[in-house]
């Protein structure tokens, strides 16, 4: 996930509904997460497709970092962009990697971290913060980062950044199609022989990570570079119901076709669309929609093994679960807003200053 910085791109356009709709995607992610808590079927969730808010993210991070960095790289260099993106991106995975650690720990639902030793707890905690994949936890499904389970989608941002600066900022426009070919490829091969895009996020569907960040990236990459903007009108409320519609979309025999083509065609449509519409009502939500999205990602899940304790363990009825996660993704939204303003901000202040 990524924002363009309007401090160090002062002469550039800001897309102001990009920052909006990222913001709307991670919402949206937090609410999935509560509702596969309570019915695992994602057939039967209204927001049964809320998991390709990460392919969203990927779109958008292509997208974000040619029009941050294709003009500027040459003059910035390898190792400064390596260390602005280091310092825009990892605060926040230690901090989900903190809160990780003490949601285990002190878990009033679960003795799980009982049965952990102290040097299988550490090198959890150490996993987590070094994004170094270790999926040994089988009371949380094997996920890559038992700890913080949103971590596996940085991972592979990281992964594209690296790719970018070495490999992609140096290819030339005409090629991109050919690589978007061979990726799309990988993702129509995943969709088909999964059923669904869901994978990349444990350990035996690691490698599918690799397929969607692959085209995503490559795709909001190429939407930059071709200037595929769209001019329109829809402005930030008509293109937060189309991205929210796909989230909602229901499901079918086919449904790994549904899932593909979203991530295939209707992503980078909103994404070219969302760079051209234009915004005169909803500046103040949009920007504040676009810094909470990283901060709420990446610190909401150490709540999400909680609530599903909760659920374990008083099986409370539809009405008492309605306002649980109404008011979850309320003060999950305000204690990302908490740590953006606490500690994300000054302390990736205090890292640029340094420098």
């Not at 937090?30 to 993210?57: M, P, T």
């Not at 086919?254 to 994404?271: D, G, K, R, S």
Request: aromatic share 18%; hydrophobic share 50%; with cysteine.
């Amino acid at each position: 996930m990524n924002s363009i910085n309007p401090d160090t791109l002062k002469t550039k356009q800001h897309f102001q509904i990009l920052d909006g709709l990222r913001g709307i995607a991670a919402v949206c992610v937090v609410i999935f997460h509560f509702a596969e808590c309570i019915i695992f079927d994602y057939s039967k969730l209204f927001i049964g497709h809320g998991f390709l808010a990460v392919d969203f993210f990927f779109c958008l991070s292509g997208f974000v970092i040619a029009y941050a960095y294709d003009q500027r790289l040459e003059q910035m260099g390898i190792w400064h962009f390596l260390k602005r993106r280091l310092i825009r991106l990892h605060p926040l995975v230690i901090i989900g990697a903190i809160l990780g650690l003490l949601g285990f720990l002190f878990d009033p639902f679960s003795i799980a971290a009982q049965t952990y030793s102290i040097g299988k707890i550490a090198l959890l905690f150490l996993s987590t913060v070094f994004l170094i994949p270790l999926p040994i936890m089988e009371d949380r499904y094997f996920n890559l980062f038992g700890l913080n389970a949103p971590a596996w989608s940085l991972f592979w941002e990281y992964i594209a950044n690296i790719t970018y600066v070495f490999v992609l900022y140096k290819i030339n426009r005409r090629y991109l199609p050919a690589l978007l070919l061979i990726s799309a490829i990988g993702l129509i091969y995943v969709a088909y022989t999964s059923g669904n895009l869901a994978g990349g996020w444990s350990g035996d569907n690691f490698w599918q990570g690799s397929a969607r960040i692959s085209y995503s990236f490559l795709a909001g990459l190429f939407i930059y570079r071709s200037n595929w903007i769209l001019k329109n009108r829809l402005g930030f409320l008509g293109l937060s119901i189309l991205l929210i519609g796909a989230f909602i979309a229901p499901h079918f025999s086919f449904n790994w076709l549904t899932e593909l083509l979203i991530v295939l065609i209707y992503f980078p449509l909103l994404v070219s669309l969302g760079a051209g519409a234009t915004i005169s009502k909803g500046k103040t939500i949009c920007k504040f929609l676009g810094d909470i999205s990283y901060p709420l990602y990446m610190t909401h899940y150490w709540a999400l093994w909680i609530f599903a304790g909760y659920l374990n363990t008083y099986k409370p009825d539809s009405t008492q679960l309605t306002f649980v996660v109404i008011g979850g993704v309320i003060f999950l939204i305000l204690f990302a807003y908490l740590i953006m303003i606490l500690y994300d901000k000054p302390v990736r202040k205090y890292l640029i200053n340094r420098k």
